[in-house]
């Protein structure tokens, strides 16, 4: 038996920053995933991939990642989407940084 698909945001690196970037729900990326268009179904899941993947000058990278709704936008549900959205765990740079700064 085939398994139930699981809500989804698409994912990136920006090729030039190589920062972990999300597709929106207007073709535009963004480096917040509350921003990133949450897919709830599997069809419009792969249609909205290759959309994506057609913005190869800009991104490197792209796929499906596992997420869920919650209060502010989609929300990961894998550990590895949780460490790529906070950033580089070395020191404080990037998001980290930008966060400790508030």
């Known amino acids: ?5 699981t809500p989804k945001v698409i994912t990136a690196n920006d090729l030039l920053e190589g920062d ?3 597709f929106t729900a207007d073709n535009t990326w963004t480096r917040n995933l509350s921003e990133a268009e949450l897919i ?3 069809a419009e ?3 909205r991939l290759i959309e994506a993947e057609k913005q190869n000058i ?3 990278g792209a796929y499906l990642a596992d997420a869920k709704a919650g209060p502010n936008g989609p ?4 550990f590895r989407e949780e460490f790529r959205r906070t950033g580089p ?3 404080f740079h990037g998001k980290q940084e930008a966060e ?3």
Not at 1 to 5: E, G, N, P, W, Y
């Open 1 to 5: 038996m085939a398994r139930a698909f």
């Open 20 to 22: 972990v970037i999300y």
């Open 40 to 42: 709830t179904d599997e």
């Open 45 to 47: 899941a792969q249609l």
């Open 58 to 60: 800009r991104i490197v």
């Open 75 to 78: 929300e990961p549900t894998h």
């Open 89 to 91: 765990s070395n020191y």
């Open 100 to 102: 400790a700064n508030v």
